[in-house]
């Protein structure tokens, strides 16, 4: 038995000496939010012609500090998972890995242009969930015959199809969870290089949570790199070897999941 | 098991990369600040690429416009008409503007359709970021697509008004002719200044949200003093020429009477509709005056607009979807 964790030991050894191939690199980010309305200034018209006459920076702009000074290189096949309590600078973090948060300080580098999944991230309600398939693999640069070929398989991972034809009725007469199945179908059509997941998987029910899971250790396989932000602890387990713990923006702990993973649980913070 | 609770840095580089700043590392395997804008050759590209999106787009959007209305895409072709027919009813019947221009409802109904390509280019453009953003957020694809896309829609929706319009003109007793030929250049003209109007007006609208509520006004403004109900010429004559030629410029303008022109080429012939008024002091029907160098008005405009309006939008592409 020693002899075989030994040999597992030198084996990880051995490969902890080669260099690994980044796909993202976080270098000290922090990010400032600017809310617009908040506050308890007034809205009305007048406070609002009064503001402009006056020429008075407007007091319901107000400056949210969510992230503070994160730092993390993510590697090829990693699935990196990301936990803490609601409102933790989690998914700014995703966010603004994906490029549409802008960092007030620091700078975070990616390998192509990553792929972000939210919950609430629609896309074309009005339109049926057929033409969103065919407009959003589309939009993600595949050509019209790529398209045909992949649309059945779309159509079957995302189970929408299989208590009736739901697949040609507009997207807004979808459930939350059949819109998110959609969408995560969608998205995961397609190779990224860094796929980035924020709560999306949630919703679905377990059939499509094996599938999704499987679905990301594939896209793991294809060199990719994989980010999930879950309340789900075991769905961390099941699918990240690497967790980081956020708290009010700054990192806890970074490393093996098991370890972060039990520590939150128990709030133990080093 | 000492070994797995000792603190391990997952995120260092190892081996022969062991002790590189985060920013030497980024730069070694060659990635890119997250969001960067793509220089304007590979934007191009991209946009180039999706050329089948924005197709497929702009046909779904069309489609999906009338869905939940009873007559459903009959609305495509009655909107047009009912148009004409309020504009022919205020201006035509009850203020007379008919008066003095040869086949009055032609005449209008061609120019309420080309003013109408570009309002609506312009608005939909406006909105065309700002109401996106779930896909914006969603899926990674250059954000141009979406007014060139919002533009293409308006102009299916003109074609389908050139249908209606062309039977309008033959009952009208205007002949086919050469000219009708004409339509397809200008029609191309008109479609890239309006790409290029809508995108500057995208990235206007998705800073500015304020804007939309302000368009609708800047737009009526810009239909009554263009002519598309009745025409200016006869109010400008005593103008000053400088103001006269700034005038000739209006864009819209320009693209009604080069519309006008290929459709009813006999309306600018002055033996065939002198002028003049009647027994009763009503005014005659007076030839229409194309201003010289018209194509290259219409060629100037469509060129600045889209290259301007291309390059302003891509100047702020990181941009969209942000906050």
């Known amino acids: ?270 | 098991m000492s070994t797995l609770s000792d603190p391990v840095n997952l995120s260092a580089p190892r081996g022969s990369d062991a002790g590189l700043t985060p920013k030497q590392l980024a730069d070694k395997y060659g990635l890119s600040v997250s969001g960067k804008r793509p220089s304007l050759p590979q934007y191009i590209r991209q946009l180039w690429a999706r050329r089948s999106f924005i197709g497929a787009f702009a046909t779904a959007r069309l489609v999906a416009q009338y869905t939940t209305a009873k007559l459903g895409q009959l609305w495509q072709v009655l909107t047009p008409l009912l148009n004409c027919a309020v504009f022919y009813l205020v201006f035509g019947v009850i203020m007379k503007s008919r008066d003095g221009v040869p086949v009055y409802i032609a005449w209008l109904c061609i120019g309420v359709f080309v003013f109408q390509f570009s309002q609506s280019a312009i608005q939909a453009g406006t909105r065309s970021v700002s109401d996106n953003l779930g896909l914006i957020r969603a899926l990674h694809f250059p954000r141009a697509s979406l007014p060139i896309a919002f533009t293409v829609i308006q102009l299916q929706q003109l074609l389908i008004s050139m249908v209606v319009l062309v039977a309008i003109v033959l009952a009208n007793d205007i002949m086919p002719a050469m000219t009708w030929f004409l339509i397809i250049p200008a029609l191309l003209l008109q479609s890239m200044f309006n790409t290029g109007l809508a995108m500057v007006m995208a990235r206007i609208g998705a800073k500015t949200s304020d804007i939309s509520q302000l368009m609708p006004f800047l737009l009526r403004t810009w239909m009554y003093v263009s002519g598309v109900m009745y025409s200016v010429s006869g109010y400008i004559q005593s103008w000053p020429t400088v103001w006269q030629t700034v005038y000739s410029w209006n864009p819209a303008t320009v693209y009604m009477d080069l519309m006008r022109y290929a459709f009813m080429p006999d309306s600018f012939d002055p033996h065939k509709y002198p002028g003049g008024y009647d027994a009763q002091g009503h005014a005659l029907p007076k030839a229409l005056i194309l201003p010289d160098h018209i194509w290259i008005m219409a060629g100037t405009w469509a060129l600045v607009a889209f290259v301007l309006g291309f390059v302003f939008f891509w100047k702020a592409e990181e941009e969209y979807g942000r906050g």
């Open chain 1, 1 to 270: 038995m020693a002899d075989a964790a030994l040999d597992t030991l030198k084996e990880a050894t051995a490969v902890d000496n080669q260099a690994r191939v980044p796909t993202v690199v976080v270098d000290d980010v922090h990010i400032v939010y600017k809310v617009h309305g908040a506050g308890s200034g007034k809205g009305s018209a007048t406070s609002a012609l009064s503001r402009i006459i006056t020429r008075k920076k407007s007091p319901t702009i107000r400056e949210v500090h969510a992230v503070r000074g994160i730092s993390f290189t993510a590697y090829k096949g990693e699935a990196v998972g990301l936990i803490g309590s609601n409102g933790s600078g989690k998914s700014t973090m995703l966010a603004a890995i994906a490029g549409l948060l802008p960092t007030e300080r620091g700078a975070i580098y990616t390998n192509g242009q990553p792929s972000l999944l939210g919950v609430n991230a629609a896309l074309m309600n009005d339109l049926t969930g057929e033409r969103n398939v065919v407009l959003g693999c589309l939009a993600m640069g595949m050509s019209p015959a790529q398209v045909r070929e992949r649309y059945q398989n779309i159509v079957d991972f995302s189970g929408i199809n299989e208590k009736g034809d739901f697949i040609s009725l507009p997207m807004r007469t979808y459930s939350s969870g059949m819109g998110a199945r959609l969408r995560f179908s969608i998205a995961a059509a397609k190779t990224h290089d860094v796929l980035l997941i924020d709560e999306a998987l949630a919703t679905g029910d377990q059939g499509f949570q094996q599938r999704s899971k499987a679905r990301i250790n594939e896209l793991r396989k294809e060199a990719g790199t994989v980010f999930l932000v879950s309340h789900d602890n075991n769905a961390i387990r099941e699918v990240c070897e690497r967790t980081i713990w956020i708290e009010h923006g700054e990192m806890i702990m970074d490393g093996h999941t098991d370890e972060v993973v039990r520590r939150y649980e128990k709030g133990d913070r080093p």
